[in-house]
């Protein structure tokens, strides 16, 4: 359903990113940062849904890391795109389990100091939501709903790879992401209550 | 930090919205998305931050430069379809059995377990004993399988006794072949007898049995009595040590023989001689 956009998206560039992989694998800059810049984009905002805010940090981790192993990766630009979710995704782990142990206040301080001025959502004003908006809803869902629908829908990756990012079995895949889009519709319905992308959510404190 | 962090992030055409605020994502005045509009909007790609392609490009040199692109790929670093991946994995299973599979066989030989085209040599090819059955279509077959039934043809009738005719250094073969079946005796206490080691009565102990028996009659006949096959042994190849090469051996005396054969303890028995057999099993 809803992930066909971004899906479609992702492969149109497979083949681009596949072939600028294989050059950077050969030692290619440029190849390199034509990589970057088809695959950070989604990356952040799967990394967004993940970890809030804390998402640009975890994406400079997840890419440095990206970078040293890149020799070691096989696959197409689709294969690619999962193989760097992956990393990314492992990184936002170590960050959760990071903030969990850190207390309570801290993350919140430095939150509310980003605070935006009311005027700020007006510049967007002619989309019916922000992506922002959008991440910080998907990310109300819990963690294992929420990592199906945003690994489908802002990566573009299909099930099968979807469930080998996630480390489970397709069909757990398949109804996780059902499961978390009935639950979408409902916040639509009657937006939830509650901090959006306060890392202290529900969804993302059961993070493990 | 942070205002710096979401202002790279986000850049002007979507300003950050991280607020802890009860209800700021959905602006009240405007309609409710749809999920497919909610779905788009995620998928929407931010901008992205200038210096932090940089970033990414300065650990990509450097990794380059450490020679980080030959990293050799972990299971996880494999995301080509199954098909392919699937396939190299059979392929390596398949060389994989086929080297096990040699070097087994290998071992197997050395170790006496298969019939080894280098076991019956020395004693059964110069064969072309005057002394029993003179069945000569059973040559072929027996020259592969070890003669359990011994092949006695005439020497005029096998192809292998024309190529090589009882010479000098068939004599020395089988002056090497006595000593070692004389030595494994002295050890076992029954001269010239492979039998004598009944653990392993595979047949191959009796045929070397056989074999050595052969030896010692020929070469009796040779020296002009069994008592004067050692000195005429020793007479045949004086340069040689006194003691044989089949000391210890024990009973695999043909085997070891043929493994022995091309040591320097008797280079006139060349290579030829002993390689010949080999062939037999070939041409069947």
Request: proline fraction near 6%; hydrophobic fraction near 40%; aromatic fraction near 6%.
């Given at each position: 359903m809803g992930k066909g956009r971004g899906s479609r998206r992702a492969e149109t560039h497979d083949k681009e990113l596949g072939d600028a992989v294989v050059r950077a694998q050969r030692g290619d800059e440029a190849?390199?940062?034509?990589?970057?810049?088809?695959?950070?984009?989604?990356?952040?905002g799967?990394?967004?849904?993940?970890?809030?805010?804390?998402?640009?940090d975890v994406a400079s981790d997840a890419w440095l890391e990206i970078a040293r192993d890149l020799g070691r990766f096989r696959g197409d630009g689709a294969g690619f795109r999962a193989w760097t979710a992956t990393i990314a995704r492992h990184r936002a782990m170590d960050h959760l389990r990071r903030i969990r142990s850190r207390p309570r206040g801290t993350v919140l301080e430095s939150e509310l100091t980003g605070l935006p001025a009311p005027q700020d959502t007006a510049a967007e004003a002619f989309e019916t939501v922000s992506t922002q908006e959008a991440l910080a809803l998907i990310a109300q869902l819990p963690r294992q709903q929420a990592e199906a629908v945003l690994l489908q829908t802002v990566i573009g990756l299909d099930g099968p790879a979807a469930a080998r990012v996630l480390g489970k079995r397709p069909g757990a895949v398949r109804s996780a992401t059902h499961r978390g889009l009935r639950r979408l519709e409902r916040y639509l319905a009657s937006p939830p209550r509650g901090g959006v992308t306060d890392s202290d959510s529900p969804s993302l404190g059961d993070a493990r | 930090m942070t205002e710096n962090r979401s202002g790279d992030a986000v850049g002007p055409a979507a300003p950050p919205q991280a607020s802890p605020q009860p209800q700021p994502q959905l602006p009240a005045e405007s309609r409710q998305p749809t999920l497919d509009e909610l779905l788009a909007?995620?998928?929407r790609p931010a901008p992205v931050a200038p210096h932090a392609e940089e970033n990414a490009l300065a650990a990509f040199r450097a990794a380059r430069d450490e020679g980080a692109l030959e990293l050799p790929t972990r299971p996880e670093d494999d995301w080509r379809?199954?098909?392919?991946?699937?396939?190299?994995?059979?392929?390596?299973?398949g060389a994989g059995a086929l080297v096990a599979g040699v070097m087994l066989g290998g071992f197997a030989m050395a170790a006496g377990a298969i019939p080894s085209p280098f076991a019956d040599p020395p004693a059964d090819k110069p064969r072309p004993a005057p002394r029993v059955f003179p069945s000569g279509a059973?040559?072929?077959s027996t020259g592969a399988t070890p003669p359990a039934t011994v092949p006695a043809v005439p020497a005029a009738t096998v192809p292998g006794a024309h190529e090589h005719p009882p010479t000098a250094k068939d004599l020395t073969a089988h002056c090497r072949a006595?000593?070692?079946?004389?030595?494994?005796?002295?050890n076992h206490g029954k001269p010239g007898g492979g039998n004598a080691n009944g653990?392993?009565?595979?047949?191959?102990?009796?045929?070397?049995?056989?074999?050595?028996?052969?030896?010692?009659?020929?070469?009796?006949?040779?020296?002009?009595g069994p008592d004067q096959v050692e000195a005429y042994c020793a007479g045949l190849s004086p340069d040689r040590p006194a003691g044989?090469?089949?000391?210890?051996?024990?009973?695999?005396?043909?085997?070891?023989?043929?493994?022995d054969a091309p040591s320097p303890l008797d280079p006139q028995a060349g290579p030829d001689k002993w390689r010949a057999p080999m062939q037999k099993p070939s041409r069947q």
């Open positions: 190849a390199f940062s034509a990589a970057y810049r088809l695959v950070h984009p989604p990356l952040l799967y990394l967004r849904g993940l970890v809030g805010d804390d998402a640009e | 909007a995620a998928a379809p199954a098909e392919t991946r699937t396939r190299v994995p059979w392929i390596r299973a059973e040559e072929r006595y000593e070692a079946a004389a030595a494994a005796g002295r653990g392993k009565a595979d047949g191959r102990e009796a045929e070397g049995g056989a074999d050595e028996r052969a030896v010692s009659e020929r070469l009796a006949a040779v020296a002009g044989p090469a089949g000391e210890g051996n024990g009973p695999g005396a043909g085997e070891n023989t043929g493994a």
